[in-house]
Structures are given as C-alpha cells and as structure tokens.
C-alpha cells in the first residue's frame, strides 16, 4: 500500500458533461501518473506530473487535463466526457531509490459514460 | 509489445503446480524490469523487480529470469495456490526514464 486513495471509486455519467478524478497520496512522492486501462490495450498512460505544476502528456491524451496544485493531489479532467472515454483509470505514482523505480497503484475509477 | 486482440493469452494450472509466465520487451535500452499482479477489479500490485546487471532474482515463490539476448523475462511461480488466480504483466524502464512501458499480461488461472 503506498497511501494513495482514488475518488470516486465508481461514475457514471453522460455524454458532454465534464468529469473531475481525484488522486490523493501521503507519502510525498515526486512523480504521479494517470492511466486508463481497457481490454485489449492494457495500461495507457494519459498524463503524468514530476512536481507541482509539473506535467506532461503520455500517449493517449487527448480529451484530458490534469492538474496538481499540491505535492499530494493529482485531478484529471475530462472536459466534455465522450463514450469512448468509459474505461477503468488507475493513478499511479513513483517509489524511487536504491536503484528502483517502482510505480504502485491506486484501486482504480471505473467510469462510464452513456 | 505483441498483439493478441482483445483476448489476454491465458495460462490454466492445477494448484500445486509450478507456473512459468512469459514477456517479451522490445527496447534494448531497457535496464530495469518489474512484475505486476492483478486480480480482478483492483489495482495493479508490484510482485518482483530485477536490473538488467543480473539475469534471476527470487522472492517469496517466486523467481523472475531475464534474458536480455533475447529481451525476455519469464515469473516463475513456485506451488501456485488459487489465490494466484490474476492477470500479470511486465513492465520495463531504460536509462533513468520515469515513464515503463507496460505489456499487455498473461491471466493465470489455478484450478483447485
């Protein structure tokens, strides 16, 4: 367990209305990611952050925004929600040192959009 | 990463058997790998990590191999118990990046 907490856990919502995931850790850790994981594509990542107001886009970007105003909170947004962005997004962040760079994972947001 | 459709490729096992499960990666680059497991509606959870300056690593049950002639690790779970039952991918990571490039994983199931 790394202390990182997701929210909501579960969404539904509909098409063109925006959305906001939270992802919220305790251990101070520098790099947090976002992915979204479907069948057949496994984990893509979306966007990830190497500080505060640090960010960068990953491979499947486009349709989401991230923030992350605190060291702790990383929010991803998508603006105007499409069907195709129904999917599990999982919140990642970077435990770092001794030579290792693991990445431990938050339980996940499962998202639909109809 | 290969592509298999929208199918994992799937490992069936009796429990109590051995299960060797497979990656392949295509970066040479490639310096540091780690195995994830995960069970059904949960978040991917770390298992095991090896640098590429050693070629096997062993935990608790189980063994991960590297091969980087042939950029291939391979989990070896020893006396597979039902709780095993998950889907386990691979991730690699070269030259310091902050970004793995993960596969696609194998779903392991035991069978009482």
């Known amino acids: 367990d790394a202390g990182i907490t997701q929210s909501p856990r579960h969404k539904v919502t509909e098409t063109g209305t925006p959305v906001t995931l939270r992802c919220h850790q305790t251990?101070?850790?520098?790099?947090m990611y976002w992915y979204r994981q479907d069948p057949g594509h496994g984990l893509r990542l979306i966007h990830y952050s190497y500080g505060v107001k640090d960010t960068d886009k990953g491979e499947v970007s486009d349709g989401y925004s991230v923030s992350r105003s605190k060291t702790e909170d990383f929010l991803l947004t998508l603006e105007s929600a499409t069907s195709s962005q129904t999917s599990v997004y999982f919140c990642?962040?970077?435990?770092?040192?001794?030579?290792?760079?693991?990445?431990?994972f938050g339980a996940g947001t499962r998202l639909s959009v109809l | 990463g290969e592509s298999v459709g929208l199918h994992l490729p799937t490992l069936s096992v009796q429990e109590g058997d051995n299960s060797i499960i497979n990656c392949a990666y295509s970066?040479?680059?490639?310096?540091?790998f780690i195995w994830y497991k995960q069970e059904s509606g949960k978040g991917p959870q770390f298992i095991i990590d090896?640098?590429?300056?050693?070629d096997k690593r062993q935990g608790q049950r189980v063994t991960v191999l590297l091969n980087k002639t042939v950029k291939h690790l391979s989990l070896q779970i020893a006396a597979t118990q039902p709780g095993d039952s998950a889907v386990y991918f691979c991730a690699d990571l070269s030259g310091g990046s902050y970004i793995p490039t993960f596969g696609r994983g194998t779903s392991l199931i035991v069978h009482p």
């Open positions: 251990e101070n850790h520098r790099y």
């Open positions: 090896i640098r590429s300056n050693m």
């Open positions: 990642a962040i970077s435990r770092t040192g001794d030579g290792k760079n693991i990445q431990y």
């Open positions: 970066n040479s680059a490639s310096d540091y």
